[in-house]
């Protein structure tokens, strides 16, 4: 299973925030985030104070950091000569999705963040501050939507993360074409890993499939999505919670299990490796051998690796959302 823990200086930079704001009410408050994650309303209807925030920071942020540094290492894989310089976070929050590129992208230069609820961006300034990379700590951060930068610049990788959960259904298609238009690099749209978040997804690849758009991750290709109902596309990543992060949720296991749906599309100049399949579940450990569930361009399929195959070795090494 995939593992990913903030980086030190994030971690830190909340404790302090989350130290800094009243105690008695973070979980609580925490509880409210979480059900309104859950029923896919907007931070603006729970998001209202430093309190708030401070809940959002300790129960909310590790898990989509983790899943978005997640699909980025799928990206990377993919599009292993890929170099941004420029990066967009759109609905940025505090910040989330541009820490977790600039863990993943050194080369990252400029940084701009957007979002409509400013105590999140009150946040995201403060935790940029504490960083050592220059473009974190150099990063545009601005308030509004999409309709206030119609003339924005187009950026290297320009990110998503848990933002279209909270749009309109009528803007989604919309918003999708006005991020591509946004995007001279990478796009990368990560949502909630339900049945609702992958719908939204499959709706965003068909979107932008239409643009003209190629499948950087997970796709193995550019066919119709073969998953069908009750079943739905997603990958789970790990990560480590924190004391501040075990109170707020009042958890007793120290790590958590996100599940996460995403799909990134590259401009035709960006070369992608190619990839026959994506392993869709944790693989099946059997006596004969390993048995993964695969998407590929041919659609869902069963294959078993015996101990006895040469690619045996390879295939234990091999963990869901993984290329093959």
């Known amino acids: 299973m995939t593992f990913a823990a903030l980086p030190p ?21 925490a509880a409210r985030t979480s059900d309104a994650y859950r029923d896919g309303r907007g931070s603006d209807a729970t998001i209202r104070d430093a309190g708030d925030v401070a809940a959002y920071l300790a129960a909310r942020l590790p898990a989509t950091y983790a899943a978005i540094a ?46 409509r609820s400013t105590a999140l961006l009150k946040a995201a300034k403060e935790l940029a501050q ?15 939507g ?32 006005r991020l591509w238009t946004l995007c001279s690099g990478i796009l990368l749209i990560v949502e909630p890993g339900t049945p609702a978040g992958f719908e939204r997804i499959r709706m965003i690849r068909e979107t932008l499939l239409s643009q003209g758009g190629s499948i950087a991750a997970p796709c193995p290709g550019a066919c119709v999505c073969p998953i069908a109902s009750p079943d739905w596309c997603h990958f789970t990543v790990r990560l480590p919670r924190s004391r501040t992060h075990m109170r707020a949720k009042g958890a ?21 490796q190619p990839i026959q399949a994506r392993i869709l579940a944790r693989p099946h450990v059997m006596k004969p051998g390993i048995r993964f569930k695969l998407c590929t361009a041919e659609g869902i399929v069963d294959r078993t690796i015996t101990k006895r195959d040469t690619a045996y070795k390879t295939a234990t090494r091999k963990d869901w959302g993984d290329d093959v």
Do not use: C
């Not at 302090?16 to 408050?29: C, E, G, N, Y």
């Not at 599009?79 to 977790?100: C, I, N």
């Not at 990379?133 to 951060?141: D, E, K, R, S, V």
């Open 9 to 29: 200086e994030l971690r830190d930079a909340i404790e302090q925030l989350v130290h800094a704001a009243p105690q008695q009410s973070l979980a609580a408050r």
């Open 70 to 115: 997640a699909s980025l290492n799928a990206v990377a894989a993919r599009a292993p000569g890929f170099f941004p310089q420029s990066l967009l976070d759109f609905g940025s929050g505090p910040g989330t999705a541009s820490w977790a590129a600039a863990q993943a992208y050194p080369s990252l230069h400029t940084i701009t963040m957007f979002d």
């Open 130 to 144: 504490t960083a050592g990379n220059p473009a974190l700590q150099n990063a545009q951060i601005m308030n509004g």
């Open 146 to 177: 999409l309709a206030s930068h119609e003339t924005a610049a187009a950026h290297d990788l320009v990110l998503a993360g848990y933002v279209f959960a909270e749009l309109p259904e009528a803007e989604l298609k919309q918003t999708a074409k």
């Open 252 to 272: 007793d296991v120290p790590f958590e299990d996100e599940k996460f749906s995403y799909v990134a599309f590259a401009r035709e100049h960006i070369a992608l």
